[in-house]
Every structure is written in C-alpha cells, then in structure tokens.
C-alpha cells in the first residue's frame, strides 16, 4: 500500500509538496513531445524545472510511431545537462503475438538515444546522463472497458516482457496508469515490482497504494515550451529503483507481501473500486 496517508500530496501552482512530510524530496517535470514543437531550450533550461521525460513515440501493432522531436529534443537535454527519460505511449493492450516487436522496437529506440550522445560530452558526463534512466510504459487503456481475468493476466504479462527489454539496455522500467488501468484492466500483483507512474489529473493525489511518480496536470505553462505540457512529480526513492535495476526480487518483499496482508493489492475492479478512497 502507499505508504503517505490521504492528502500528503498536493498541487500548488504548477509545484507539487507534502504538506505532511517536511522531508518529503520531491522533483517536479515535464513530459515534452512533438505536440509542444520545437522547444526554446535556453528559456527552457532556466524555468526551474528539475527533470523531463521526452516521448518516444505510441505503440502501433507490434512497431513503434517514433516521435517526431525526439532525436532533436534528447541532444538538447543532453547538452543542458537536464536529467532525462523517455516515455512510451500504450494506448492499446500489446498481445501475446505483438510483444516481440514491440519489445525490439522499444529496445531500438533506446539504443539509439545512447549512440546518439556517444561522441558528445565525456564519459563522465554520459555516465551521469544515463545513471537510472527511467523509461516509462504509459498505459492508457480505454476507459470503462472490464477486461476478464484471462486477458488481464495476457496483458499484464506482455508489460512484464517489455520491463524485461527496457532492462536488457540498461533502463529502469516504470509503468504508468490510472486507478482503473492498474486495478481493471491488467493484474496490479503482477506488477508490484516496478516503480508505478500515477496518472491523476487532481489537486491530490488519492492513489491507495504505492507510486513513484504522479503526473498531476496535463495543462503545464512554462518558459521556451510551445502549447500545454504534462506535469509530473518524482518522489526521491534511489534504492527502490536500484533494486528493480538488478532485477532483486528479495525474500523480504515477498515476506512483507505476505505479512501485510494479501489484499493490499486488488485482484478485481470491485475491491479496487472500494479502495479507491484510503
């Protein structure tokens, strides 16, 4: 379960802050795509922002629609120095039969990234650019759709492969949704092992149970960036996200699992429709 009671997160302007933690280390982004255009990236680098996520492209069939800014958008980042992910939009379920070359074009794309910057900067500096580099799977299913228990655990399974290829080229696999994507439409236990994105768009975050990031606005404004922009917050958590880098899967979060109780985590729409509000 999320371990921050009800309401320890919230919006203020465009920032986000834990009005029940002090300590609470709390980065605010941006995700940035060809929707924005081509972006100021000297305003850009001076608007307070701490970190972004660049599109990659949507999954189509078992390939990839790449993003029409992105090589342009990752060597900027790279040269300001910003720290840097790449989002993948699902707004399909990848089938059994689709994942082997979703999972190639995924890896492809981020193979790329890295060849891209490989002459540019030392490799300190590359070091530093692509230490814990989060890649996000954004789900976006269609809403209101119950899914039977067999194609959830398909699905749910399919996401688990594309983790696997993000992980092969040396990225943290993050997996994004809704209360409704997580609980209804794929198999939430499943997934307890990768760091949950919170789609949200409130001026609190309600989610009942563990997340790592939480975009919170799909409406940001902020200098050198064309149009709206989704904000999102991070929640500083270097540890968990070390493990899932080397792939533990410790005995203690099994037992904690166990301990905690085996409903923390829903297995149907209904449980998760009564814990929506903690």
Excluded at 16 to 33: H, P
Excluded at 105 to 113: G, K, L, N, Q, S
Excluded at 205 to 221: D, Q, T, V
Aim: glycine share 8%.
């Amino acid at each position: 379960r999320n371990p921050l009671p009800y309401g320890a997160l919230e919006r203020s302007g465009r920032r986000v802050a834990s009005a029940v933690y002090d300590e609470l280390d709390i980065s605010c982004g941006v995700v940035l795509s060809d929707a924005n255009g081509k972006i100021d990236w000297e305003r850009f680098a001076d608007s307070g922002i701490e970190e972004i996520m660049l599109a990659a492209g949507n999954v189509v069939g078992n390939g990839l629609a790449r993003d029409e800014q992105l090589d342009r958008n990752w060597k900027e980042a790279f040269e300001k120095e910003i720290k840097t992910g790449l989002c993948f939009e699902i707004s399909e379920p990848v089938r059994d039969e689709m994942v082997a070359g979703v999972s190639q074009a995924v890896r492809d794309t981020i193979r790329e990234c890295r060849e891209a910057v490989t002459t540019e900067g030392s490799l300190q500096d590359q070091k530093e650019f692509f230490e814990d580099l989060p890649i996000l799977l954004r789900l976006r299913a269609e809403r209101d759709v119950h899914v039977e228990k067999e194609k959830r655990e398909e699905w749910t399974r399919t996401i688990r492969s594309l983790c696997d290829a993000v992980k092969k080229e040396g990225g943290v696999p993050v997996i994004g949704g809704d209360l409704f994507t997580f609980a209804a439409q794929f198999d939430l236990k499943g997934l307890k092992n990768y760091p949950r994105w919170l789609i949200e768009h409130d001026e609190i975050a309600s989610f009942p149970y563990s997340f790592l990031f939480w975009e919170y606005s799909l409406e940001g404004h902020m200098e050198g960036v064309p149009g709206d922009a989704v904000l999102y917050a991070r929640i500083e958590n270097t540890e968990a996200v070390k493990e899932i880098m080397d792939g533990a899967e410790t005995d203690s979060g099994k037992d904690t699992e166990t301990e905690a109780g085996k409903d923390s985590e829903p297995e149907t729409e209904t449980e998760a429709g009564k814990n929506s509000e903690p």
